[in-house]
């Protein structure tokens, strides 16, 4: 309305005033409701002209929106798995500091698994003392078997000897019995190496492994138990938090309930233009805002950085 009367001012009144004085014509008369657009045609146009020149640079330069919001004015209260609720520490209303305890879900089952990682520690513990001993028996059993071995290849070659200097001495029946204790001998020997080899195996490898993975099964079983207490990361006060010890929370079906911090945004606004807005807009540009539950009162803000695109999604409606 501002831009329509003040390009009648200086655009339709000229024109009527000329035709009023210069031309002598007047209004009811010569001018008339019926010919008024055939006597004021160039006012009538330079107005609409000019009008629409000045709406469009008011709006182009000046642009204006009603999708104004308060960024992270209310925070969801929210648990990292769904879980029957075992205490509330808080009351619907109340306020809280960051780091509070909001409420804590039940750990039974975090718990028991906890407690069997700690008992399979305990027991790879147990075995890497005992395979310390099976390696100490099998060095052992190994030290026999070389020693049988090598007494066996002594009796065989002596054997052999004499049975080159007189064949009457030693029977072949008796070469061949030599023959397989020796045989036997070097598989006992094979035998106690690989046995000897498998305890140290799995003194160097597979029992470290099997306690790393339980050492991991267990630090997973903690950081459950962990995460089933639900803190407070701001101050603020708690609202819609009707929570009482057996109720089910879900964070995706059924949050616990809302934290209003007591500095809803710091005083920073998200608001959201139009394309043709994005080349105007620039950093440190003066803007002002309103709001309903301040009537005629003009808040000065201040652009403080422009972001060309807003992926879907990005902002959620419960956080406006």
Not at 113 to 128: F, G, P, S, V
Not at 205 to 218: K, N
Request: charged share 25%; hydrophobic share 45%.
């Amino acid at each position: 309305m501002l831009e329509l009367v003040f390009s009648a001012l200086i655009t339709i009144v000229p024109d009527y005033l000329y035709r009023r004085y210069k031309q002598g014509k007047r209004w009811g008369h010569e001018i008339t409701l019926f010919n008024v657009w055939y006597e004021l045609r160039w006012g009538l146009t330079a107005c609409a002209i000019l009008a629409m020149t000045l709406i469009t640079i008011i709006f182009y330069f000046h642009p204006t929106t009603r999708n104004v919001s308060a960024a992270f004015r209310t925070i969801t209260v929210l648990s990292d798995r769904a879980g029957r609720v075992a205490d509330v520490y808080v009351l619907n209303n109340a306020s809280v500091k960051a780091g509070d305890a909001i409420f804590r879900l039940d750990t039974t089952r975090q718990e028991a698994a906890a407690e069997t990682a700690q008992r399979r520690l305990e027991e790879i513990d147990a075995a890497l003392a005992l395979v310390a001993t099976e390696i100490a028996g099998a060095e052992s059993r190994l030290e026999a078997a070389e020693a049988d071995l090598r007494q066996a290849q002594d009796d065989l070659e002596r054997r052999q000897s004499l049975a080159e200097r007189n064949q009457t001495v030693v029977s072949e029946q008796e070469l061949e019995r030599l023959q397989t204790s020796l045989s036997r001998a070097e598989s006992q020997r094979a035998a106690s190496v690989a046995a000897l080899d498998g305890a140290k195996l799995r003194r160097t490898t597979v029992l470290p492994a099997q306690r790393e993975s339980a050492r991991a099964l267990l630090q997973e079983a903690q950081n459950e138990i962990a995460k089933s207490t639900v803190f407070a990361e701001v101050d603020g006060t708690v609202t819609q938090f009707l929570l009482k010890p057996g109720d089910i929370v879900n964070p995706i079906l059924r949050p616990a309930g809302i934290l209003v911090p007591e500095v809803t945004g710091q005083g920073r606004f998200v608001a959201a233009f139009g394309q043709i807005s994005a080349s105007v807009l620039k950093p440190g540009m003066l803007v002002e805002i309103t709001c309903a539950s301040k009537p005629l009162t003009i808040v000065p803000m201040v652009v403080d950085e422009v972001q060309g695109a807003i992926a879907a999604g990005q902002f959620r409606p419960g956080d406006a």
